[in-house]
Each structure stands twice: as C-alpha cells, then as structure tokens.
C-alpha cells in the first residue's frame, strides 16, 4: 500500500458478519439452530469501529429470552461486556445497563464481579445522569439491587457509593416500573444491614418510601411494603429510638394497607407483620397468652387461668372468635347497650384508646360497646382490626401497638385470597405454639413468671428465636389450606402442621411426647418464617422482551384477534335481537312465557346473575356458585367463604369480551373469577366492606349483605351494605377512590349507575342518588321518599328514568330530575321477590298468590303469570326467593327454594 501509494481500503468481513447475525435475528428463535457469527460478535465489540452496532445486535439477542443469554454467556460474553464498562463512552450507556439488566436477570452469581472489579460504580453514574430516560434508569436500578441483594461486600460499596440518597432523590419519576425497583432497591440494600438502615434513617427514607404507598400501581405499593418490611428486619440492637421508629411505620402500614385491595401488597404486608412479632416476641407471646386464657373461658363457660395447664390450649381462630361472640350476644340479655359501625381506617383512628365512645343507635349486632367492666361483642373484620372482640383482660393491659399488629394478622388470617390467610395463620400459630413452649418450659423448670405491665410497655430486646412445634398429621385451623408452590417447601420445611390438637390433655404423655417436636424446639435457634417470590416475580419483567418498538401493532391475522373479532360481531347481533325484543314487548306483539329449561340443583339459589351477551346463567347457592348453560349445569365451584358467610351479589365485569365473574359476600368480602365457563379459578379477591356484618350473625337485624354495581367505563365497582357508607373502588388500580356517606340507618338493598349517577335503595323505602364525582360530602344529589317499605330492585334506565319496585308491590317510575315520581304501577299484592328488566318495559314479581306476575311498565297491566313449570305434568312452582332478568335480551330466570332454576324467554305471537 505505501508502496504503491494506494488507499486502505478495510476489511468487510466484520460488517458481513454483523450482517448475517442481523437477518438471524429477524427470524431467529429458540427452536432454530443458534447462530453462528455469535463468537465473531463478540470479537467486533473489541472494534470501536462496529462497536456500537455490534452491542445494539447482542442487546436484540439477549432479548430473545433466559436461553439467548446462557447461550451468550456459554461463548464467553462476560469478560468482554465486563470489559467495557471501564468506558465513558455516554452512547454506549443504555446498551451496556440493557445488557447487564439482561445477564443479571438471568444469572445473579456475576454479582462478586462487578463488585471486585468496582464495575457497579458505572451504574451508579448511570442512575444520576439526567440525560438517561427513565427507562434506562429502571435497567440500572434493577442491575445495582441485584448487586446487593444477599450480599454483604456489595452492600457496603452501595451504602458508601450513597446509592440510599441518589434513590431517594429518583422517587418522583413517573415510570411505575421504575419506582417499583428504586423501593426493591433501597429494600435489598439495608435487608440485615444495621450500617444502611441507620443512614436511611438520617435520610429520612421511611417516611419517602410511605408517600408510595397511596401509589397508583399495586406493584409500586407492594415494593414499598417490603422495603419497609426489610427495614424494620434490619435492627439489630433494640434502642428507644428503635421501637419507637418501627412501632410507628408498623403502625402506618396497617392503617393504609390492610384494606388494600392487592393480594400481592397483602402479601407483603403479611411478611412485615412477621418481622414486627419477631423483633418483640415477649410482648407478642404475652397478648397471646391472654387472649388463649379468654377464649379457653369463653368456650369452658368459666373464668379459670389456663396458665396451669398450657400444654392444653389451643389458638381460637379468628373466624371462631366472631362466631362465639356473637353467640354469647345472643344469649345476653336482649335490651343491650347500643352498637357503633366503622371501618378498619376509622377503627385505627383511636389513638390508644380502647374503648369505643360513640355509640350509634339501632345497629345491635356490628359492633356492640359494652359497658365498664364488660366485654365488646362484634362480628366483623373491622373489630378485629380494633380487637374490640376481647375483653378488657385483652384490651386494657396491652399498648394498642400490640392490639393492632395482632388484630390485623386476624384480619389477614380470614383474607379472601387463600394465600394471604395461610400465611397470616402461619404466622399466628407460630407465636401460639412459642407461648405454649415458653410456657411449658417455665412449668418444667420450676420457675414461673409473668411479664408485668411495666415490662410490656418497656423496651425489650429480641429473644432468641425460637423453632415452633410442629406435630405431625394435624391440618392448620380454617379451609384456606394451599400455598404458592414456591412457599410449600420454606412454609412447610417437611413438617405437616403448626398447630396443637384440642384433645392435647387426654392424650398420654408418652404419645403426645413421641408425636411432637417440642423438646427439640430450641436446639438450633431459628424458626421456619413466612416468605414471597415478589422480587422473583418482579424480576421476571427484564428477563422477557423488552425492545418492543414498532411491535405494538395488532397481528391481524392471530389466532387471539379473530377470537375478540368474533365476540364484537357476536355482540353486536345480541344488540340487534334485544332491540327487536324491545320493540315488539313496546307493541304488544310479544311475551315472555317460553320455558327453557329448569335445573334441579344441590342447595337453594339465593342470587343470580346473566352473562350480559349470551344466555349463560350464574346461580349462587350459600357458599357455592353454578353456571347453567342450556338445561344443564356446566360447571360449578365453590366460593371460598368463611363459614358464617355466603353470597350476597353476582355481577359479570369485561363482558364485551371474556369477561370475569364478581361475586360478593355478605362479609364484605368480594372474589373475582376467570374462566368461569369451563375451568374457573380465582383471579385475586379482597375486603370491600370489612365493617359488614354477615347476616347469619346479624341476629334481628335485617341486612341484604353486600350489593354491588359495576361501571364498565370507569372500571369501577361499587359496594354497599348495613354500613354507614357507600365504597367506591378503582379495579385497575386495585384501590379505594372513596367513601359515600349513606346517612341512613338502613341497609342498602340495590345500587344501580350510570352516566356519573349511582342511585341505592334502602330497607326503610328511601331511593338516594349521588354523583359519585364529586366530594363526599356534597355528592348526594336527590332523596326520594315516597316508597313506604323496602326496596327490592332498582334499575337506572335510558333518558334520565329510574324504576324501583318495594315489598308492598308498588312500583315507581321517577325522573331523576325531579323529587317526584312520573307514574306509580300498583300490583295489589304483597311482593316477596322482585326485578326489572334493564331496557325494556317489564317487571317480574312474585307474590303471594305462589305465581310469577309479568307486568308492562307502561300501564302496569298484567302481560301474563307463570304458575307451573312447562310440560303434561309440569309440577307447580316452589317459592321464589329470588328473580333475574337477562340485561340485554328478554330473558328471565327464577331461582326457588325447592332447589329448581328455570330460564323463560321471549315470543312473538
């Protein structure tokens, strides 16, 4: 070349190479061959020529999946990637962090690494650069929270790197993604780190880490949950300061998060609370024991100390301690003192008060406030929370803070989403069963003390942990039984059970001693503890495909777009049939007395509910729910219920296309299924009203349980019941949006909404509306009072027009707009159930004359009666308990007490 005085030209065949490796990757895949210029690729990134082009093509392969990057690391990847991170080269930034987040999420062992050769340094400058989009950022975080996750040297450079200020500086960006890690990150950070917790604590970092826990995103509350969870586990040395901080945050957490509607910040919570019993067992073990001595009373019918014989007690589920309660009430005498209703969040506003001081007339059975000296009798999550359920040998000797941590591991124990309530119970069990060993020692020993008030209220540094005792063959208390696979094996750790059999006493000593593992409890120190796969589960976001620009498309030609096409057309011919059905029940030239079918079922139907756009019927028994398609039953599960409760309410939610199946109990308590028509399962569930109180411990008092109403547009569900308040909740964000004041004394019977307007019906005639837009308190917008006995249905209609119908058989027709009603339909009979079509101008009602009356909504006419079911020797019908029209066609179903489901349906004549 110099000779000739020529020009170099270089070599192509690193770009050919780079080439080939790109038309690979547009369409390469796991079943494919791997490719063969991956070893070249990695010789390019040594070019600074091809560099950049080379790691923009190794970030779209390591994003293909798990197996890209053990392929990538099989050839050797490491040292190079390891290698550039000594570059300041600022292009190369959000590659290099994509590259590391994707090596990380697959392999956390490259920790040491980073670490020994200072590499985690260039993610820290990563994380500060304002010109990194957040993105970017969220790729960093993820990288630096794997560095330090379980390991101490990684720690240390992070607390000495100031990565606790440098999050806390981040916490307000607007990526959800993102703040979810910063809390993770922060959270791994100071997880047994005394150094970085004491540093957080100068950086003001719990109260930061609070300001998330209103977030929007359930996974950026659950991450905040277990950082503070983390932090708390974190102390050492129990100093003033220390029990003071951490009493406050446990504090904080049950007041915000216990009525979260997110089992996965539940979870969390649950975790937490576990870490709280752990850094003040003594306490914990005390308030355990008194509440054993009173609930061993309670069921023995006398005051006598259960301290004398420990080995004999056994831990009262909370579920059990409403029941008895309730039917101590009973018992008592019928002129009791008068009762008060709140939720959890008012409950926990009492400060250190443990006595309840403003009674609301008429509602005996929520939460009775008994006098001095007395006990308080309540049936509802809400007073576990408050543990008003005890007596003041309970309530009165132990600070609130104990009161609370206790009450809401109670509440959490009867969650409705079986995973929450097993490890709650887990965790309950474990402080009983200490208590019995502590006190089994004591006895054994000669030596018996019980801890003074003083020391209660007192600091106390964290005994050594103790094993709990397990014995084999016994199932823990209640029907929530299952956990996550990935929590059966640390739950369980090969034992069968927590909990100590009620007939412990009877046994012989001899095979009561070779069944346990009591005397083994304490040889090495530590105890089986309650854990999640969150960070597991959030980690699996950076292992899946990340660069999705230009993929948001819609494949028009897969298999899940003609599925949803599909239900659109099928949609939309459903409208057209009920819009014909309309028009000829508005004319006269049709009838609804064609007979379906009717299913015989195991128990009575007590609710029922339509799939908005096909002729599926969902029929809810006490504790079970059943789907009749045609004239057969298709599938059918059971609910889940505690059992003092049953369902109240049904409504199917996401219709338009497969929709879920919301079912709501009258304690409160709301399920959402998926795939209910063929294999159901349980999509997530959570405490709408924990105040409700279920009616087969509502004693005289009369209560519809809870109602719902749902709003498709707003993706918002409503709920009411016998409470003082309406609770509006946000489904997509899995949060309370705010409470209603019903200011009644009644309970709500039927809610309807729309356009804005939320109209309930209640059990002394009352019809409200509210604009639930607007501030609570002025969101009542209209009362009507001319229904003089309860309301059983309530339908909001087209044009601004309301329908209601009451027990006395009248039905009213109002214009919102107005305080009167348009017209009044007198059916002259008595109505034991009854509904009105959505659209159309019929109601149904069952009377007292024992038949099914169809009436026109214009007149009030009879259109005509059912009696009998169809054929030669169609029996009569039994009692109906409960009547659903279809809300798109004309379509009616009727549920009876002799266990029969029968379907009418509309005819032209």
Known sequence: ILGEDRTYVPSSFFEEQLTAFEVWLSHGCEERSPP???????????????????????????????????????????????????????????????????????????????????????????????????????????????????????????????????????????????????????????????????????????????????DPAPEVRAAAVYALGTFINSCS?????????????????????????SPLVRKELVVTMQYVVNSFPNNFMSLMRAIAEEDESASAGTGSTMLGKASSMTRV??????????????????GGPPSLSGSVTELNRMGDSSILTTPK?????????????????????????????????????FKPFYLRVVGGLMVLERDPDSEVGTMARQVLDTIYNKMVVAERDRKGSGVFRSLSQAELHSVSAPGSPAKPSFLLGESPPGHNTTLPASLSKSVTGGQHSL?????????????????????????DGKEQAVRTTFLAWSAKHFSSKLMKLGEDMVDMESEEYWAKQWLYERNEKIKQRATAERNSMEEGSGRLDVQLGVVKIGQAPSVLAYSPYTSSLAVATRDSILLVRDKEVSTSWGN????????????????????????????????????????PHLVTGWSLLPELVPQSLAGSRVSHGLQLAWSQTGQMLVGAGDAKTVRLWDCSAEVRLGDLPTQSDSCVTALDMDKGVLAASFGDGQIKLFDYRAPPTSARIMAFREHKQMVLSLKMQENGKLVSGCTDGVVKVWDIRKQSSMSTLETNQPAVSLDIHQSAPVFAVWTSTQNISLHSLYEGKVLNQIRYHEGLLGNRLGPVNCLRFHPTLVQLAAGSTDCHVSRYSYRRY
């Open 36 to 214: 063969e210029q991956l070893p070249i690729v990695l010789q390019v990134l040594l070019s600074q020529a091809h560099r950049l082009r080379a790691l923009d093509l190794l970030g779209r392969f390591l994003d293909l999946g798990p197996w890209a990057v053990n392929l990538a690391l099989s050839v050797g990847i490491f040292p190079y990637v390891l290698k550039l991170l000594q570059s300041s080269a600022r292009e190369l930034r959000p590659l290099l962090v994509f590259i590391w987040a994707k090596i990380l999420a697959v392999d956390s062992s490259c920790q040491q690494d980073l670490v020994r050769d200072q590499s985690h340094k260039y993610f820290l400058t990563v994380l500060q650069d304002p010109a990194m989009l957040p993105q970017h950022k969220t790729w960093a975080v993820f990288v630096l929270s794997s560095v330090v996750q379980g390991y101490k040297q990684g720690q240390d450079e992070a607390v000495a790197g100031n990565l606790i200020s440098i999050c806390l500086n981040e916490m307000e960006e607007a990526d959800p993604v993102f703040r979810q890690w910063l809390a993770i990150c922060l959270g791994t950070l100071w997880d047994k780190h005394e150094e970085a917790r004491l540093r957080a604590t100068r950086c003001n970092a719990p109260e930061s880490l609070e300001a998330l826990l209103v």
């Open 237 to 261: 040395e129990r100093t003033e300061h220390a029990n003071t901080l951490d009493q406050n945050i446990a504090t904080r957490l049950l007041q915000k998060m216990l009525e979260d509607g």
């Open 317 to 334: 589920s909370s579920e059990d301690k409403l029941s008895r309660q309730m039917m101590k009430q009973r018992r008592s005498v019928a």
């Open 361 to 397: 007339r008429g509602r005996k059975s929520v939460i009775g406030l008994a006098g001095v000296g007395t006990q308080h009798h309540v049936a509802s999550l809400a007073s576990l929370a408050s543990m008003a359920c005890y007596g003041p040998g309970v309530t009165s000797k």
């Open 499 to 523: 909990t100590l059999p009620s007939d412990l006493a009877s046994r012989p000593a001899q095979a009561w001693m070779a069944r346990s593992s009591v005397s083994d409890i304490a040889e």
């Open 640 to 679: 889940g219920n505690s059992r003092v409760s049953q369902i109240s309410s049904l409504e199917f939610c996401n219709s338009h296309e497969r929709g879920l199946l919301v079912a709501g109990s009258d304690d409160g308590c709301v399920r959402v299924w998926r795939g209910w028509e063929d294999t």
